[in-house]
């Protein structure tokens, strides 16, 4: 009986590889899409498109929406400035404050750049219905816990930018 069990834990154990396979792939696809159509890196074109979403937000706003930490979000606003995709303007009561715009040849950009915008597994999030979500958040919870090696840090670095 239990040879049983562990030979269709196993099994299962393989479909769960699969999947996440189909989920590693599909996201590297949609990155190259991204960047072949749009000529930017997924990670930029989420920052472009929150910030053509946002006119006049701020750099902490940016790191906030897309869980990243702000020095990660002044990087990725730094690239986007260097090809002139987004404006920074100081406010005139406070010149310590920065506003943000995409400019127009950001929103070209974001015209021509492959749909979802914020990438195919942050909408595919997005969409599920709450009470999935959050137990799609347990389960991974309890994986990552189960895990012998694992890198926390990973947790704020965009998808895009990982290897």
Known sequence: MKNSRSGRGHLRMLEV?????VIFKSIRRHYLSVEQRSGISGALLWALAQVAANPGSQV????RALAIHQSTASNLLRRLGARGLVARRRLAKDQRAVQLFATAKGLRTLKRAPQPLIGVLQQALSDLPGPALES??????????????????????LLSEME
């Open 17 to 21: 590889l699969e999947q996440f396979r």
């Open 60 to 63: 902490g706003d940016l790191a």
């Open 136 to 157: 799609l958040h347990r389960q991974l919870a309890a994986l990552i816990a189960a895990m012998k090696v694992k890198s926390l840090h990973a947790r704020s670095i």
